[in-house]
Every structure is written in C-alpha cells, then in structure tokens.
C-alpha cells in the first residue's frame, strides 16, 4: 500500500531509509553518552556496596552479645 505525498510516491526503501537514519542517529547519542553514564554508575554501585558493608561490620560490633556460662 503506497501513500501519496507532494505528488510522489514513497517507496519501501524511502521508509526504509528515513527509519535507518533516525535509528542511527539514537544509536550514536547513545555511544557518546555511554561511558560518562557507565563510570556514574559504577561508582554509586560501589559507594553502595562500600556503605552497606561499614554499616555491616559497625552494627555487629556494637550489638554482640557476650555469654557466660557457668557450672552448677
């Protein structure tokens, strides 16, 4: 099913064409964009991992129970 536009007809390949164009273009912002964001990334999983593990080892010490235990 052709469509008519400005009297011309566009093809499959106009289609095509235009829609490889727009995805190329999506395509290059994101491999511009990808190292600053995978960097950013990173280093918030790793101050998470860093923060939850302080918070780990420092609940553990100040909640250890000492028990005694003695013969009857």
Known sequence: ???ETNGRRI???DVQ???A???GQGQ???R???PPVAIIVGA???GV???AYWLGRRGGHHDSAIVEIRRL
């Open 28 to 30: 290059e912002t994101v």
């Open 11 to 13: 093809s499959r390949e």
């Open 21 to 23: 164009k727009a995805i």
């Open 49 to 51: 991992i860093a923060v």
């Open 32 to 34: 511009t964009n990808l």
């Open 1 to 3: 099913m052709s469509v």
């Open 44 to 46: 918030v999983a790793v």
């Open 17 to 19: 064409a235009a829609f």
